[in-house]
T-cell receptor, first 114, second 113 residues
């Protein structure tokens, strides 16, 4: 068990460019979450998958954001036409089906938009 | 938007002292979880308490939950320098198929030698 893996760990991009992040959850986990965290704040929920189905999407997620989880395994989060306000740590987490279970977080992808 | 608020926002104590952090939340919950985050890293799960439980222990951690007051506390006993981190509470409410974690704003704990 290698835990939740996120790639890349750091990304610097110019405003207006598109970026894509990848998350590989723990293999037997069917739930996958994306969160965004800015400095000094708690993680803010972005979206949630159960298997390949995207069951919930935060209103924080504008049309520039899209997430996929093909085949219910890894997930990608894409941000189109990045803005400076998108600069943040993007965290992925996974958990297993039974209720009352903990979530396991990856190390995050730190995005800096210049 | 974030569900809860931790209190205090920052806490500085000496090694060996106890640290108490409080969390308040707004809605009904199925469980409440505490996580730790070292600077610039991901979150690590510490302990989970269900809505029908009032107190739970794990090593040097003690968590209480008062659903009537919509509050929880995390006590770290005999703190160590390695406990220096940010601590977050997160609530879970099952609504059909959704079971997302909603985090509070966090308490930054500094343990000095």
């Amino acid at each position: 068990d290698t835990g939740v893996s996120q790639d890349p760990r750091h990304k610097i991009t110019k405003r207006g460019q598109n970026v894509t992040f990848r998350c590989d959850p723990i293999s037997e986990h069917n739930r996958l979450y994306w969160y965004r965290q800015t400095l000094g704040q708690g993680p803010e929920f972005l979206t949630y998958f159960q298997n390949e189905a995207q069951l919930e999407k935060s209103r924080l997620l504008s049309d520039r954001f899209s997430a996929e989880r093909p085949k219910g395994s890894f997930s990608t989060l894409e941000i189109q036409r990045t803005e400076q306000g998108d600069s943040a740590m993007y965290l992925c987490a996974s958990s297993s089906a039974p209720k009352n279970t903990e979530a396991f977080f990856g190390q995050g992808t730190r995005l800096t938009v210049v | 938007s974030q569900q809860g608020e931790e209190d205090p926002q920052a806490l500085s104590i000496q090694e060996g002292e106890n640290a108490t952090m409080n969390c308040s939340y707004k809605t009904s919950i199925n469980n409440l979880q505490w996580y730790r985050q070292n600077s610039g890293r991901g979150l690590v799960h510490l302990i989970l308490i269900r809505s029908n439980e009032r107190e739970k222990h794990s090593g040097r951690l003690r968590v209480t939950l008062d659903t009537s007051k919509k509050s929880s506390s995390l006590l770290i006993t005999a703190s160590r320098a390695a406990d220096t981190a940010s601590y977050f509470c997160a609530t879970v409410l099952y609504t059909g198929t959704a079971s997302k974690l909603t985090f509070g704003t966090g308490t930054r704990l500094q343990v000095t030698l």
